[in-house]
């Protein structure tokens, strides 16, 4: 059995590199051997090992076996049985290089039963690739916010919350501005008026109270009373005017969040359709909004918002003139002065009168902990964006990353914006917690904003689903965007990881169209060829992605895709161009 199985078997992984898909190795293996090896009472079999970290150690990645049940005939060869296994095992950084191998057996099917295994060891295939090395992100640098100090005192704080479905109760976690707003009562600035407003959701779980406003805008102005008449001493309940505003059924409101969205021309028009639609009550319209085909869109990134409260606040400060900023700032940072010696915008401003990034940080860390300003934040983020770029250390860089997107979070959650969420995921990306990355672009997108904003929203998403295994759902959001240079080749790489390889190979020629002479296209191309075993092609346009940029010789060399070309004249001859 063992003898005549081997004979005529092949072995064959789909796809042809082992791909770490998210946080785990996917594939699936399907061999085929001669049908008359097949005899009752025995097996025979290819038990599968992962073996890595130099060989010491191996995980097992299951059992292909040719029993009943488990294998059919090939239908244009029923000589030939064929069995499938899909494999799986979790991914870590330390798995590659690696290998999987099997040694084919025979068994008897009986307790206990005698094993016969195979002299040599059968290497099924090498490392795991990961797609991520293929994902393209056009990374949009993150730069401070201008920092001015003005002459002129005070200003308005503008704080956004949210509220659960059909809830009243103001939310005391992430995403709410509760400690933002805490921390600016305590700050004593004198104020002049709040400015409460809240609405509702058009969903029935919202609609269904028609009070459902006014208790929002009653909830948040309780709160604000209880804080200002515990914790202010400048300000008092008698001396600060509130005005608020409950919007009931605002179609307006709606409209407007769907026209910042991320929706086509054609969709916002549907949208604008139905509820203009002289026809229809309230409930019947929002009916209607079921039937659209985008609907979970309007779901996951429209109503969420729609169920808002804002605080106003317009508040006066004392002038400062600039010729005293700089002194008093260091003296505050030293402790020698208290915090309130300089407005919050003088004591950042000050922050740019130094080039040193470690006084700059410390000033900003001054900033948040006397302001609480989401400007404070933000900057602050940056530097240490700026100073983990110049560690040589993995650990001390990745600790200064993690910083910067714990500023960054606090800054947008005090000025909630699409482009401040788009940093905050930016930011997590980079210090490696992908799924926290994964939230706040999906925040992003709820808060709406210029198609520009979204377009590259929706693309780096694409791009990080692509590098987490969740490619249908990059496909989704790549569907929101536009067709740049980025998502043309992550469209692309998502077709290879599919093994579509001619749609890869004729949408990565459209991204030559949009960017000639680009190496990394070429190389993608070269990929694409190799798992579709072209050898030319693969030689082609290897040489011309050298030609480009010497560093792909280089990277070519390292590349499982190309192990089985490694020694071919066609892949040697490309990498000396």
């Known amino acids: 059995m063992l003898r005549v199985a081997q004979e005529g078997q092949q072995v064959q992984v789909r796809p042809p590199v082992l791909e770490a898909n998210g946080e785990n190795v996917l594939a699936e293996l399907e061999v085929r051997v001669p049908a008359e090896h097949l005899h009752k009472g025995a097996v025979y079999e290819l038990p599968l090992r992962y073996r890595y970290d130099n060989g010491l150690r191996e995980d097992t990645a299951g059992t292909v076996r040719f029993v009943l049940g488990e294998f059919v005939y090939d ?129 029935s779980l919202d609609a269904h109270d028609p009070r459902l406003s006014d208790k ?9 009373k209880r804080r200002l008449d515990n914790n202010s001493y400048l300000n008092s309940l008698s001396s600060v005017k509130f005005e608020t505003q409950a919007y009931r059924r605002r179609w307006d409101l709606f409209l407007s ?61 004392p002038q400062r003139l600039q010729s005293e900023i700089y002194i008093l700032s260091k003296k505050i940072v030293e402790k020698e002065l208290e915090a309130d010696a300089l407005t919050p915008e003088e004591l950042r401003y000050s922050a740019t009168l130094t080039p040193l990034l470690a006084e700059k940080q410390r000033i900003y860390e001054t900033a948040v902990a006397t302001s609480g300003r989401w400007e404070a ?51 997590w990306h980079r210090a490696g917690d992908r799924l926290e990355a994964l939230q706040n672009y999906d925040y992003a997108i709820k808060l709406g904003g210029p198609k520009p904003i979204l377009d590259k929203v929706f693309a780096d998403k694409a791009a990080l689903e692509i590098e987490i295994g969740q490619v249908d759902d990059a496909l989704r959001s790549l569907s929101y965007s536009d067709k740049s240079y980025q998502n043309v080749m992550n469209r692309a790489l998502i077709y290879l990881t599919k093994e579509n390889y001619d749609g890869a190979a004729q949408i990565y020629q459209e991204a030559l169209n949009l960017k000639p002479n680009d190496p990394m296209a070429y190389y993608c191309l070269a990929v694409v060829a190799a798992r579709a075993q072209r050898e030319g092609d693969v030689g082609q346009y290897l040489r011309r992605a050298v030609q480009l940029d010497r560093s792909f010789a280089q990277r070519a060399v390292e590349d499982l895709e190309f192990r089985s070309y490694a020694s071919s004249k066609t892949f040697v001859e490309a990498l000396r161009q």
């Open 216 to 224: 929002r805008v009653q909830a948040l102005m309780r709160f604000y």
């Open 75 to 203: 239908e244009q060869d029923r000589n030939t049985v064929v069995a499938k296994k899909p494999i799986a095992f979790p991914y870590e950084p330390r798995k590659n290089p690696g290998q999987l191998v099997t040694v084919p057996q025979v068994r008897r099917l009986k307790p206990g039963g005698k094993v016969l295994k195979a002299e040599k060891e059968l290497l099924v295939a090498r490392g795991v690739v990961l797609p991520s090395r293929l994902v393209v992100r056009e990374a949009e640098p993150v730069t401070y916010l201008p920092e001015e100090a003005s002459l002129d005192g005070g200003g308005t704080r503008v704080l956004p919350f949210f509220f659960d479905e059909g809830q009243s109760t103001i939310r005391n976690y992430l995403g709410t501005n509760v400690a933002a707003l805490e921390e600016f009562i305590e700050a004593n600035q004198h104020t002049e008026k709040v400015m409460i407003v809240a609405g509702h959701s058009p969903d």
């Open 257 to 317: 969040k769907v026209q910042a969205s991320a929706l086509q021309p054609e969709q916002i028009d549907s949208v604008v359709s139905i509820i203009n639609d002289a026809r229809g009550t309230w409930a019947e319209k929002e009916k209607q909004l079921h039937t659209l085909s985008f609907f979970d869109y309007i779901e996951q990134y429209v109503y969420p918002v729609m169920r808002f409260g804002t605080v106003a606040v317009r508040y006066t400060a």
């Open 377 to 427: 934040y933000h900057n602050l983020a940056v530097v240490l964006l700026e100073r983990s770029e110049k560690e040589v250390s993995d650990k001390v860089r990745r600790a200064y990353q993690r910083r910067a997107a714990t500023n960054f979070t606090l800054a947008a959650h005090r000025n909630p914006t699409a482009t401040m969420f788009s940093h905050v995921a930016t930011a």
